[in-house]
């Protein structure tokens, strides 16, 4: 890594775009090849002048503040965070490289990494695929998308090591390698808000496979109609591996902790990307028989107030809030909503009024909107609840939901309106459901 960043630095204006977690860990990577080169670092954040990682080099510019994203042409090279959106910028950049964290380790790893991506269960088919390697005694590390910045595990990879990399659309966007095993599980709407449009959030994810090459391996969802058509309209020179729920022979791998169809899929894709790293069933079976599935998908709470409450507070698309309602038994009551990004809700309204749920809580703009096509549709006999605040939630769940049945958290929405993430969401959710008073 530290030839790549030599070479690809060395004596250019460069930008460090972004400085939470991942472009702390990236300043450190530039900082320890190249100690005495000028960077700029840009963010809203007006306080990182003042950061501890910081006070002590001479060798930097700042560009903090409301306008941190003025005059990014000046630049040579900006090393993008994932978090940040480039769409509405009103200038063009087509004199400056954009690179990313993901780009520098995949351009240098690529051929080790086995990348999981998908608009849902990439963290879970990353960390199955994950557990099954570690289980069978191999050396193996998990970064990414799932909380840890690649560039941390640097000092950890030999050459033996297998490398599970979770890739979301915003770290693939400007990737120029891809993973020598790609796993695409599916494409639905959603951040939309940090795209021109869904087409380009596709293009974003299919950076996943569009750069492997003869000998590598593309995993996808034969099932999922946008990523069929995808595979239909390109020549790819890789081995192509079809997953589906029609394949037989695959049904004898199961885990009781993932409900639902759409995990039965993710675990048939981490038994491809397994297979294809050289484990063979047994090892992949008990993996699989081990695994205790993650927080905040489908995570049964506990019986509190006679009612069985559930956390699916990673469900922030209407698909993902389908797929818990159909897996779930029981679900009686579903609070929904949370921040806006535009997705339609119309499919969802539809699906949930022909489902056994009676009673949805909604909350926040995406539930207003929810709300709606609930209402457009016909609420028939389903009672529908809008409350201003996540909390409130509780005393009309206690009231409303059958003894015995279950509360589901799936919003179909994300969490920033009220909630700096999906986990504090969930978090929030359980600890209501246990301690809170109707």
Not at 32 to 55: F, M, S, W, Y
Not at 86 to 97: E, F, N, W
Not at 261 to 280: M, P, S
Request: aromatic share 10%.
């Amino acid at each position: 890594m530290d030839r790549l960043i030599r070479e690809t630095m060395e004596g250019r204006r460069v930008l460090l775009l972004g400085f939470g977690r991942e472009g702390q860990s990236t300043y450190r990577v530039i900082r320890k090849v190249l100690p005495g080169q000028l960077l700029t670092i840009a963010d809203a954040n007006e306080a990182i002048r003042e950061h501890e990682l910081l006070c002590n080099d001479g060798q930097l510019a700042f560009r903090l503040g409301s306008g941190y994203l003025e005059g990014l042409a000046e630049f040579d090279l900006i090393v993008k965070s994932p978090g940040i959106t480039l769409k509405d910028i009103p200038y063009s950049l087509a004199g400056t490289v954009i690179t990313s964290q993901a780009d520098l380790f995949l351009r240098r790893y690529a051929p080790r990494v086995i990348g999981v991506t998908g608009t849902k269960g990439k963290s879970t088919t990353a960390s199955l695929v994950y557990h099954i390697l570690d289980n069978a005694g191999k050396d193996a590390v998990l970064l990414g998308n799932i909380g840890t910045p690649a560039f941390h595990f640097l000092d950890r990879i030999r050459e033996e090591t297998r490398i599970v990399f979770e890739l979301s659309s915003h770290q693939l966007e400007h990737v120029e390698r891809s993973p020598r095993i790609a796993v695409l599980l599916n494409l639905y709407q959603e951040h939309l808000d940090a795209y021109r449009s869904f087409d380009e959030y596709q293009q974003a994810k299919m950076n996943i496979a569009r750069f492997q090459e003869k000998g590598d391996s593309f995993i996808y969802n034969a099932d999922d109609p946008l990523v069929a058509g995808h595979i239909r309209s390109h020549p790819w020179p890789q081995q192509l591996v079809p997953v589906t729920l029609s394949a037989p022979g695959s049904y004898h791998f199961h885990n009781r902790y993932l409900k639902g169809e759409h995990n039965l899929l993710n675990t048939f894709a981490a038994v491809a990307a397994c297979r294809i790293a050289g484990l063979d069933d047994t090892e992949i079976a008990e993996g699989i028989d081990s695994f205790k599935g993650l927080a905040h998908r489908m995570e049964y709470v506990g019986r509190y107030h006679g009612i069985d409450f559930y956390d699916d507070s990673i469900a922030t698309i209407p698909e993902a809030c389908m797929a818990a309602v159909r897996a779930i038994p029981g679900v009686d009551t579903l609070l929904l909503g949370g921040f806006d990004r535009g997705v339609s809700y119309s499919g969802l309204a539809e699906f949930l009024l022909s489902s056994e749920v009676r009673t949805f809580i909604v909350t926040g703009m995406a539930g207003a909107r929810i709300a709606e096509a609930l209402v457009k549709s016909g609420l028939r006999e389903k009672r529908l609840i809008r409350i201003h605040r996540f909390d409130e939630f509780l005393a009309h769940a206690v009231k409303y939901t059958a003894p015995g049945r279950v509360c589901l958290l799936s919003p179909a929405a994300a969490s920033y309106d009220e909630f700096r993430s999906f986990e504090e969401r969930g978090m929030r959710f359980a600890e209501l459901a246990r301690t809170g008073t109707p």
